[in-house]
């Protein structure tokens, strides 16, 4: 049976349309999931919003809406954005559904059953934006000299009742989880983790009173959960909890919270915390990746340098916009993008060397073989030798992938294009069509060969493309996981088949800078 693998992103804050940095993380998670599909493993894909909170409920106040119609309204530009980006989710979870709401007050009972909550007043530093309370010392001072959270946020001095959890009492327990195995990755962030978490833990407020848009608390009815609550109980909601047997089963605990930096602290220290209190099994790892910058700028409306991921994609193609993320920025760290840039490495690496090998390849099977394919043709040094390089670099990229290094993977997988595209000018077939037409078709079969396994090596990354090509080179749709780079007789049985190449249609086109572009 295969082995279960489960994923989620986070979810995102409805309250606006998504930004590039949503569609970051999400197609970084489509990445992750097509990956180890390909592999084998038996996958759980999610993601969703977080619909509610104070955040939510003043947007909703300030647009004249109420909370839930603005949640509804704004998911559904997530949910296009994931279908527009060939983001393949297996569930795309609301925290408004009532599923949810039962998960996560059952969750609480568990909480409250191992004696980890109890009411109690808030008096702290709120910052609403961050939905979050500092302690006095963790402000900074703004221009004017007023407080600020460490984030640069404004803060208001706030009192309540709240229920309290009991955070202070796990924090040896979570040094121990920090200090065994990878929880947090990368390891700059566990570290920054752990020195958070030796300096001694408060316990947490997590109700409010003050506003009433959020999973009411078990037996305290006027009381809501603190968001976080709610929102970190969605990676169970989604397997069904709190029915234990069925898809939670399978794939709880999760394998990879794939999240940015900024909310590392509420999946590394929270989460596990109430895991643990509730006596569930903790995810096995958190990855908080870097930042998308524009340009090296973060982007917000009052630099109006906020970029529509949906823009980019129709711009430039879906394709390109993964293939750039994934390839551009080193998995962890941040990361600027440009159209410029976008523009220069799709080129380069995707319509320049891959997509102008894949063409030239199948066009001169079309032409100067009618489109034929031959089998058991002698084989030359220099075939092995390319038949060496295309597989050392499709095995880096696996086993880069299997660690998110993406970037580095992709790397490797260039270098045997690029042994390929050398192999092609070395060979010169449309020199040997004349001198030794025999050698010419056993060349233009080992592209065949590589070029259909370097398409398959990459498909998780540029899906659309790659199931284009592999179309054209009769590959079943079935068979394109990496357990079809193990099977020996697919070529046999291709040409068995009476398969035939037809003109071929390029895949990766060049692109253009759109002309507004500065
Ligand atoms: O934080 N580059 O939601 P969110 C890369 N609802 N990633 C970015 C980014 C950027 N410029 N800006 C944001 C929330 N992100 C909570 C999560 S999970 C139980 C609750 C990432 O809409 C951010 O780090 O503000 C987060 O992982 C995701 O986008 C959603 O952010």
Known sequence: MAEPYYITTAIS????????????????????????????????????????GLKMAQKARDLGMTPADLASEMSQYFIDMCDTLNVGYDVFLRTTEPRHHAASQELWRRMEANGDLYLDRYEGWYSVRDEAYYDESELIAGEGGEKLSPQGTPVEWTVEESWFFRLSKYQDKLLELYGSGDFIRPESRRNEISRFVEGGLRDLSVSRTSFDWGVKVPGSENHVMYVWVDALTNYLTGLGFPDESGDYAKYWPADLHLIGKDIVRFHTVYWPAFLMSAGLPLPKQVFGHGFLLNRGQKESKSLGNVTDPIGLAERFG?????????????????????????????????????????????????????????????????????????????????????????????????????????????????????????????VLMVLFHAVRDLAIAVRPVVPGAIDKLLDQMGQSADSRGYTALEVTDWFEALVASGFKVDKPQGVFPRLELPEEAP
Not at 337 to 345: K, L
Request: charged share 25%; proline share 4%.
């Open 318 to 442: 879906v394709d390109a916009l993964r293939y750039f993320l994934m390839r551009e920025v080193a998995f962890g760290q941040d990361g600027s993008y440009s159209p410029e840039a976008i523009v220069t490495r799709c080129n380069a690496e995707l319509a320049n060397s891959f997509g102008n090998l894949a063409q030239r390849s199948l066009s001169m099977i079309f032409k100067n073989m009618d489109g034929n394919l031959k089998s058991g043709l002698p084989e030359m040094e220099a075939d092995t030798t390319l038949f060496a390089a295309v597989s050392e670099g499709i095995a880096s990229l696996r086993e880069a992938f299997m660690n998110l290094a993406f970037s580095d993977g992709l790397e490797s997988w260039m270098r045997a294009v690029f042994a390929c595209n050398q192999y092609v000018d070395e060979q010169a077939p449309w020199a040997l069509r004349k001198t030794d037409p025999e050698r010419m078709e056993a």
């Open 13 to 52: 804050y409805p309250n606006g349309r998504p930004h590039i940095g949503h569609a970051y993380e999400a197609i970084a998670a489509d990445i992750i999931a097509r990956h180890r599909k390909a592999e084998g493993y038996d996958v759980r894909f999610q993601t969703g919003t977080d619909e509610h």
